[in-house]
């Protein structure tokens, strides 16, 4: 008789003891007789583990959420689990009024995503698992938060492996298309149904303030999408152009300009690698440029390449910088990690002939946790750099 625990080999309990949460189809020596959801865990010799997600179809079979086997992953746990998470960000409050209130296994709460944007709600389930508590997710989340709606943006390709369908629906209350965002004083229009990610790029938060603080002169956005780097810096500078290759984006990013009275920003549409080298041969220059890339490296087998992509913007950057300016460089590839990173943005300052100083190093924002013990947690990486010239 099959029974509802579900048995991990002994290489699996050492994954769990060492941090990770996750339990890859391989190390799952006896699956539980039960469909996905919450499932109790054990070692081959009967120890009890804690409670996992269970997803039957996913390589992924299951992912550690509770080490305490006595708990009961009910309405209460839910409830303390996701106050927990939404406590963590109180001090985002008083700066704006959009940040991740889950970031899933950073937040111990493996496979859950939850942003929000002013009122509304932006989810993700991305295991099966989740997908059979979608109920009390949702109405714990509205008891929290009040939302006064929650979108589910399913439609991330990671479902397909959990064996479920992607789909944009509204859970609960309504959602519109267009969110006004209040970051630090800038406003944009972040789009909840059609925008990338869940519709902003809110892990950039923290980093955005920082390039401001050194804004002035001519300043670059490249990788614009809605003008989120931009619309800061021209607080600080006199003039900024914004790149990026979607002329959608472009069109938010003009209008996000308005919204926020500024008449100095000039959108081009272009592609980024072309329109540095072209601005290099006409011998411009800028006081500060913020570069921050798509992730470049999707998979493992695309690293190489990624890099190379990585030195040739970073480099190109580079030689645009004014004696005294600063860049601001970025990669949120999960597969290229911190030290390749940093090996390939000196590779172009060794390129460039310029004395690039070092001034800060970033990760993530408080919104967005990375644990140490899970590196899929970690993706976001930057650098702000000073041309040392005279
Ligand atoms: N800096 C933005 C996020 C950038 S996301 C923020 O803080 O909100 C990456 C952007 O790069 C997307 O808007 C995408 O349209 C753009 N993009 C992708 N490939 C590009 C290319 N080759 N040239 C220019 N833009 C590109």
């Not at 008789?1 to 769990?16: E, F, Q």
Request: hydrophobic share 45%; net charge neutral.
């Amino acid at each position: 008789m099959s029974s509802s625990v579900a048995v991990v080999s002994s290489r699996g309990a050492k994954r769990l003891a060492s941090g990770h949460p996750w339990i890859f189809r391989s190390d799952l020596a006896e699956a539980p007789g039960v469909p996905a959801g919450p499932v109790r865990i054990a070692d081959p010799r009967g120890q009890p583990l804690g409670w996992a997600w269970w997803s039957p179809t996913s390589e992924i079979v299951l992912r550690r959420v509770e080490r305490r086997s006595d708990a009961v992953i009910d309405r209460a746990w839910w409830r303390a689990a996701l106050a927990h998470a939404i406590a963590r960000r109180a001090s985002l409050a008083s700066v704006t009024n959009a940040c991740r209130l889950v970031h899933g296994e950073g937040d111990g709460l493996p496979a859950l995503v939850v942003d929000r944007y002013d009122r509304w709600l932006v989810v993700q389930l991305l295991s099966a698992a989740l997908e059979a508590q979608r109920a009390v997710i949702v109405d714990v989340l509205q008891e929290l938060t009040g939302a006064a709606g929650i979108l589910a943006r399913n439609d991330a390709p990671v479902r397909a492996r959990e064996g479920l369908p992607k789909s944009v629906e509204v859970l609960a209350g309504g959602v519109p298309e267009e969110v006004e965002v209040d970051e630090h004083g800038v406003t944009y229009l972040a789009a909840p149904w059609t925008g990338q990610k869940t519709g902003a790029f809110l892990d950039q938060r923290e980093n955005r303030v920082m390039l401001r603080t050194h804004a002035r002169g001519r300043a670059l956005d490249v990788f614009s999408y809605h003008g989120s780097f931009a619309l800061h810096l021209a607080r600080g500078a006199e003039s900024v152009v914004a790149v990026d290759a979607s002329a959608s984006a472009l069109e938010r990013a003009r209008a996000n300009a308005a919204r926020n009275r500024i008449d100095t920003l000039t959108c081009v549409e272009a592609d980024a690698f072309d329109y540095l080298r072209d601005a290099a041969a006409r011998g411009e220059r800028f006081d500060v440029i913020a570069l921050d890339p798509p992730a470049l490296a999707k998979n493992r087998g695309s690293i190489a390449g990624a890099l190379r992509g990585y030195k040739e913007l970073n480099l190109r950057a580079m030689r645009l910088l004014a004696p005294g300016g600063m860049l601001f460089t970025a990669s949120c590839s999960y597969h290229v990690t911190k030290p390749m990173f940093l090996d390939v943005v000196h590779d172009a300052a060794a390129d460039s002939q310029r004395p690039m100083i070092l001034r800060a190093l970033t990760g993530q924002p408080l919104d967005h946790p990375e644990l140490l013990t899970i590196p899929e947690t970690g993706y976001l990486k930057g650098l702000l750099l000073e041309n040392g010239e005279a």
